[in-house]
């Protein structure tokens, strides 16, 4: 048996059997159960992909890193610390940059949302950022400009490059948003786009 006909069927014994693993782990669910996404997936699809478990046998998820406390109070550190920094817009006067409060952006992100001051909403953002790797939200305006952002589920969230622009799908609500501009979304992501 030539090497490569060797390492091929080495190869799908390997997936067969991660199959059958998986299958024996998880009896209910199938690719079939809508309640299993990409977002949120049965362990069966995890291990299908070569999600295994770590040496300590357990998955490690955003959620489950987050029931940490080192992971929570690191997270809640940073994001607090960030929060408090300030946060201002400025207009380029010659030389010098003076801060504009007239604007409605800078109405905007001293108060956001109505439900979040601007220090909560910049430590939602950044946690999500940190936990998840991006903060996402949707930049609501009027015909004068922005009037509010609103906080996106970063697990629901996603950027890609369509036709050379980065454009954003969401979930809200259970409700599918496809194709979202980036002018409409303000991301702050951790690590790439």
């Known amino acids: 048996m030539s090497a490569f006909k ?26 079939e159960n809508p309640s299993t996404s990409l977002a949120n997936p049965a362990s069966w699809l995890v291990s ?17 890193a987050l029931a940490l406390t080192t992971v929570y109070a690191a997270i809640t550190l ?15 006067n010659g030389d010098k940059r003076e801060v504009v409060l007239d604007h409605p952006a800078a ?18 953002t950044q946690g999500h950022a940190a936990a998840w790797g991006n903060g996402y939200n949707m930049i609501v305006r009027n015909a004068r400009g922005p ?20 454009v954003y799908n969401t979930r809200v609500n259970g409700q599918e948003i496809n194709g979202i501009p980036s002018s409409e979304v303000l991301h702050i992501p951790a690590f790439g786009y």
Request: avoid cysteine.
């Open 78 to 92: 940073l994001s607090e610390t960030v929060a408090q920094l300030p946060l201002h817009l400025y207009r380029k």
């Open 107 to 124: 109405r905007v992100i001293n108060k956001p949302f109505p439900s979040l001051t601007s220090f909560r909403w910049r430590e939602l």
């Open 48 to 64: 299908l992909l070569g999600g295994e478990p770590t040496k300590s046998r357990q998955s490690v998820t955003e959620e489950s």
């Open 6 to 31: 060797e390492i091929a069927a080495r190869s799908i014994m390997s997936v067969a059997n991660r199959i059958e693993r998986a299958q024996d782990r998880e009896k209910r669910a199938s690719p």
């Open 147 to 166: 009037m509010t952002l609103v906080p996106l589920l970063p697990d629901r969230t996603s950027a890609k490059m369509v036709a050379g622009e980065v």
